[in-house]
């Protein structure tokens, strides 16, 4: 290995609120001698994702919060450089829990091998084959348990999970009803990829009253990504049945006070709702068969996705930020 340094991300503070550069600051460590097991990989992308901003508090999640005085936890694709871990060599494509930083150390258990005779570009597994096509796959086809003529609810419709699941929802045969953030983007989410219809849940007035305009047969499967006023406005409109895939909650995830439960919670029981919390990470057994199944329908021309690719180590915090104003178009990475 050439180099010593390492540039990284540090969380210095948790934040109130949306994050900026006095919690999350750029700076310079030297890299230590590897310990038995550990990799060292280089990283070429890193995966922007919501979830990064939930570990930053100190909340109890299903990863422990991000410590003080460390680089900011995220997925990152890379190849190793170093290895004391038998099963990984230098030149081997990986996919990591790493971090924000250039290098990071990691003991293999932690890295999966993307497979000699990958023939897609390797940024894919930080996008499509990695958690942005995994997530809606089991979401949709295992959590939704779609049928044919069901009409599925989608929020975050035109964000990297939303995007691709509502097409895994119209190959189950389900009606697709997407909410966006923009006219530009409802317009992508039917033109493009299909959706049968699409609420800009900016500018659409009550979004309970939009949401049965658009579902006018009810809504059987609510894929929910935001929570908050988009969720209420969906518990009123559920089915007899109906299924809730809670995939994600980002309205409230920069919020600096408590976030309320939804209001319309009662509707859960009196429509005989079964709500889901989805981790993607309960089917790592079956990553292998969403990896085949995503990369299928991506060469068939089955699955559109689209990307932000972000140049540039140093822009990584701000890039960052985009996933909190809606300005990302489609699945946010950064390039090193
Ligand atoms: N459970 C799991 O295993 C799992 C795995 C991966 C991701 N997730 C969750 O999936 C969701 C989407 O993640 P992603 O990576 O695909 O991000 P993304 O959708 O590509 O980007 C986030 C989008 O959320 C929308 N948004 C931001 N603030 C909002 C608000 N206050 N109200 C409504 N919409 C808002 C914005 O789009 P608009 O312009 O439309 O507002 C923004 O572009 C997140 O909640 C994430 O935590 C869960």
Same mark, same amino acid.
């Given at each position: 290995?050439?180099? %010593?340094?390492?540039?990284?991300?540090?969380?210095?503070?948790?934040?109130?609120?949306?994050?900026?550069?006095?919690?999350?600051?750029?700076?310079?460590?030297?890299?230590?001698?590897?310990?038995?097991?550990?990799?060292?990989?280089?990283?070429?992308?890193?995966?922007?994702?919501?979830?990064?901003?939930?570990?930053?508090?100190?909340?109890?999640?299903?990863?422990?919060?991000?410590?003080?005085?460390?680089?900011?936890? %995220?997925?990152?694709?890379?190849?190793?450089?170093?290895?004391?871990?038998?099963?990984?060599?230098?030149?081997?494509?990986?996919?990591?829990?790493?971090?924000?930083?250039?290098?990071?150390?990691?003991?293999?258990?932690?890295?999966?091998?993307?497979?000699?005779?990958?023939?897609?570009?390797?940024?894919?597994?930080?996008?499509?084959?990695?958690?942005?096509?995994?997530?809606?796959?089991?979401?949709?086809?295992?959590?939704?348990?779609?049928?044919?003529?069901?009409?599925?609810?989608?929020?975050?419709?035109?964000?990297?999970?939303? %995007?691709?699941?509502?097409?895994?929802?119209?190959?189950?045969?389900?009606?697709?009803?997407?909410?966006?953030?923009?006219?530009?983007?409802?317009?992508?989410?039917?033109?493009?990829?299909?959706?049968?219809?699409?609420?800009?849940?900016?500018?659409?007035?009550?979004?309970?009253?939009?949401?049965?305009?658009?579902?006018?047969?009810?809504?059987?499967?609510?894929?929910?990504?935001?929570?908050?006023?988009?969720?209420?406005?969906?518990?009123?409109?559920?089915?007899?049945?109906?299924?809730?895939?809670?995939?994600?909650?980002?309205?409230?995830?920069? %919020?600096?006070?408590?976030?309320?439960?939804?209001?319309?919670?009662?509707?859960?029981?009196?429509?005989?709702?079964?709500?889901?919390?989805?981790?993607?990470?309960?089917?790592?057994?079956?990553?292998?068969?969403?990896?085949?199944?995503?990369?299928?329908?991506?060469?068939?021309?089955?699955?559109?996705?689209?990307?932000?690719?972000?140049?540039?180590?140093?822009?990584?915090?701000?890039?960052?930020?985009?996933?909190?104003?809606?300005?990302?178009?489609?699945?946010?990475?950064?390039?090193?």
């Amino acid at each position: 290995m050439q180099t %010593s340094k390492n540039r990284q991300f540090i969380l210095h503070q948790r934040p109130a609120g949306t994050p900026t550069t006095d919690d999350v600051v750029l700076e310079e460590h030297s890299l230590a001698p590897l310990a038995a097991g550990q990799v060292r990989v280089r990283n070429a992308y890193f995966s922007l994702d919501p979830a990064i901003r939930g570990w930053m508090d100190d909340t109890p999640s299903y990863l422990p919060p991000i410590e003080l005085g460390t680089p900011v936890r %995220s997925t990152t694709v890379g190849e190793v450089v170093e290895s004391l871990d038998p099963d990984f060599q230098p030149g081997d494509k990986v996919v990591a829990m790493g971090a924000w930083e250039e290098f990071s150390t990691v003991p293999g258990a932690m890295l999966s091998k993307v497979q000699d005779d990958n023939r897609f570009p390797l940024h894919y597994y930080a996008n499509i084959l990695g958690a942005v096509g995994l997530t809606p796959y089991f979401g949709v086809m295992d959590a939704g348990k779609p049928k044919p003529g069901d009409t599925l609810l989608m929020s975050a419709a035109a964000g990297a999970v939303g %995007s691709v699941g509502g097409q895994i929802a119209k190959l189950a045969g389900c009606r697709v009803v997407g909410l966006a953030g923009s006219d530009e983007k409802c317009d992508w989410i039917i033109s493009e990829l299909g959706f049968d219809a699409a609420i800009n849940y900016k500018t659409c007035g009550l979004i309970a009253d939009a949401i049965a305009r658009a579902c006018p047969a009810g809504v059987d499967i609510y894929f929910d990504n935001v929570g908050g006023e988009i969720l209420d406005g969906a518990l009123l409109n559920l089915n007899s049945g109906a299924r809730i895939v809670f995939c994600g909650a980002i309205s409230g995830y920069n %919020s600096a006070e408590p976030v309320p439960g939804p209001y319309n919670w009662w509707q859960i029981l009196a429509r005989s709702v079964t709500v889901q919390g989805y981790l993607v990470s309960d089917y790592v057994d079956r990553f292998p068969e969403g990896i085949a199944q995503m990369g299928e329908w991506v060469e068939q021309g089955k699955i559109k996705f689209r990307e932000e690719i972000v140049d540039g180590f140093e822009n990584t915090f701000s890039a960052f930020l985009k996933l909190f104003d809606g300005s990302n178009a489609g699945k946010l990475i950064l390039r090193l």
